[in-house]
T-cell receptor
């Protein structure tokens, strides 16, 4: 079965530090890739998505992610985090063909001043 | 509507009772999804409706769980004879048809079975 692995359960960073959250998926076919964010007390929101083309995708709030097909990875990055980035981040994958998103277990990011 | 609406936002029920959770998707979105979010477990897919097609029920954890979608719009997730392990946040999402769209999530229903 298709699965999504997020390696870091909880990441703690100081403001202005750089961020990289890992995401690997198991499916070998053509996939669509997503990162969602859930701020405290809020619903899940789409951060960015990749379908095809340039493997470096830019999303909202300065986030970006790079699709590396050979590594089955779609890591999320941000050069300089802010306190307001404190949230839970979920990587998600779907195969082409209208199948439901499969989510990773999430990574909780805590940014401290 | 402007977003995906779920009700109730919180539900406390006694073990063994039945519960119904409602989802009102964004108007025009033909795809509707139910997920369950448990602490430390991420989002677990439950069921997926797409237009008039038969729903994909492959994620339902037991036959106590069922869902329907009336008129291609509002959906109800029913859990019969609730158990304590059913306690979780139940999330609904909708999207336009096709692979190229992300999902819009509702705020969820927090279900507590006591």
């Amino acid at each position: 079965a298709q699965s999504v692995s997020q390696h870091n359960h909880h990441v703690i960073l100081s403001e202005a530090a750089s961020l990289e959250l890992g995401c690997n998926y198991s499916y070998g076919g053509t996939v669509n890739l997503f990162w969602y964010v859930q701020y405290p007390g809020q619903h899940l929101q789409l951060l960015l998505k990749y379908f095809s083309g340039d493997p470096l995708v830019k999303g909202i709030k300065g986030f970006e992610a790079e699709f590396i097909k050979s590594k089955f990875s779609f890591n999320l990055r941000k050069p300089s985090v802010q306190w307001s980035d404190t949230a839970e981040y979920f990587c998600a994958v779907t195969r082409r063909g209208n199948t439901p998103l499969v989510f990773g277990k999430g990574t909780r990011l805590s940014v401290i001043a | 509507g402007a977003g995906v609406s779920q009700s109730p936002s919180n539900k406390v029920t006694e073990k063994g009772k039945d519960v119904e959770l409602r989802c009102d998707p964004i108007s025009g979105h033909t795809a509707l999804y139910w997920y369950r979010q448990s602490l430390g477990q991420g989002l677990e897919f439950l069921i997926y409706f797409q237009g008039n097609s038969a729903p994909d029920k492959s994620g339902l954890p037991s036959d106590r769980f069922s869902a329907e979608r009336t008129g291609g719009s509002v959906s109800t997730l029913t859990i019969q004879r609730t158990q304590q392990e059913d306690s979780a946040v139940y999330l609904c999402a909708s999207s336009l048809a096709g692979d190229s769209y992300g999902y819009t999530f509702g705020s969820g229903t927090r279900l507590t079975v006591v």
